[in-house]
């Protein structure tokens, strides 16, 4: 450790001129509760925090917190807020104990779920049909916008922690009791340590899509690798440079870095078949959540405060309907023209032949879908942030490339 350095603020650890660390706790911010238990990220990359105590807005600068008093939810202050999740409209959805979920609109606006009988809210995702899943300690239910969905009997676990999709707009759910899949024909399939190669302690904490379409697995046994068919591949601190058995979360950056949050003082990152740890600043412990932020920067959630750290790394992996094996690459054709980028929204595209154009946001949700002809103007209703725009040729010809909305 090179320096310490005490600011106003927040405290800030040098640990090599490529890295460092940023403390953020109750005595050194505003942050609500040192007690973190979640983080989410809107398109304009603010930080939703997720605590004991509240729940804390951070845009890099200023910290804006929401508790009984200001929230309209009389419960936030005293409840543990267990999930939170920014929906494709920017909507946060917060979950909390004792059956809470609210919505809320970012202004004034909150609305409250709570009657419809969740237990401990611990997960809450969005598929690319726009469906909100909510994973809580009774089961799991989904929310199309007017109608919830109880997909109790059919899971075969009545604790789901954890929720993710892939393209074939399968639902994977963690539980205590393994990993269940519902397909998009509503038949599920489970896999535990008796029927499966997962971990012999097969109790599910962390999800995360790979690039390729196979699943990774955090569970309280270890960190599995899975090909979403029949092969799993397992690490442990036994067999591999993890520090501790229970991974808690996980993220994957766009260069395939998985980055995993351990239960004890330190995070992992697994790069060219290669475990890392990595310790957190002070006396932080109990790494709970880890997510990457559009800038590359990796936020955690810890039982001691929210960490934040700056590797100059990669950003997130930004997940496209098709599987593209050769990374993110730019426009190539010389026939297809797009322009401005950045852009307010007001976007030309031209090309030989007609083509479907599709945006999708940095955690995989399709936000428009359109066929135009060989001359298109689209005008995306988008806040500012980071996307990924995609074209299909008539030809089967696919292209893709960031698009930024200022």
Request: net charge negative; glycine share 10%.
């Amino acid at each position: 450790m090179k320096f310490l350095l005490l600011i106003s603020s927040f405290l800030l650890i040098g640990l090599s001129s490529q890295s460092q660390w940023t403390a953020y706790t109750t005595s050194s911010s505003d942050l609500p509760d040192n007690s973190v238990q979640d983080i989410a990220i809107d398109s304009s990359n603010v930080l939703w925090v997720a605590t004991q105590q509240g729940l804390g807005k951070f845009d890099s600068t200023n910290w804006t917190v929401y508790v009984d008093t200001n929230s309209g939810i009389p419960e936030l202050s005293y409840n543990t807020c267990y999930s939170v999740f920014v929906d494709k409209d920017e909507f946060v959805w917060l979950g909390m104990d004792d059956g809470y979920l609210v919505k809320f609109d970012q202004d004034t606006t909150w609305t409250d779920y709570s009657t419809e009988g969740f237990g401990e809210v611990y997960a809450i995702n969005q598929d690319a049909d726009g469906e909100i899943w909510v994973g809580h300690s009774f089961g799991l239910k989904s929310f199309d916008g007017t109608t919830w969905t109880d997909h109790n009997p059919g899971i075969h676990s009545d604790f789901v922690e954890v929720i993710e999709f892939d393209q074939y707009k399968n639902v994977w759910c963690g539980t205590k009791d393994g990993l269940a899949k519902r397909d998009s024909n509503g038949v599920w399939t489970s896999y535990d340590r008796n029927n499966s190669g997962i971990t012999s302690n097969d109790w599910v904490e962390a999800l995360h899509r790979g690039l390729d379409d196979s699943l990774w697995v955090g569970t309280r046994g270890g960190a599995c690798h899975f090909d979403t068919d029949t092969t799993w591949r397992i690490y442990t601190s036994s067999n591999s440079g993890l520090w501790a058995d229970e991974i808690r979360g996980l993220d994957v950056a766009a260069d395939s870095t998985v980055w995993a949050a351990n239960d004890g003082a330190s995070i992992a990152k697994f790069k060219a078949g290669v475990w890392t740890k990595i310790n957190l600043p002070f006396n932080f412990s109990f790494a709970d959540e880890i997510l990457i932020d559009h800038n590359g920067v990796k936020w955690v959630a810890t039982q001691s405060g929210l960490a934040k750290y700056e590797d100059g790394g990669a950003g997130p992996m930004l997940f496209l309907p098709t599987v593209i094996s050769n990374g993110l690459p730019e426009f190539t054709s010389e026939s297809l023209k797009f322009y401005p980028n950045p852009s307010t929204g007001n976007i030309s595209i031209q090309n030989e032949n007609s083509m479907t154009i599709k945006v999708i946001d940095g955690r995989g949700r399709l936000l428009f879908s359109s066929e135009v002809g060989a001359f298109a103007e689209l005008n995306l209703d988008l806040k500012p942030g980071l996307y990924h725009i995609e074209a299909i040729d008539a030809d089967g010809s696919f292209f893709q490339s960031k698009l930024v909305i200022q």
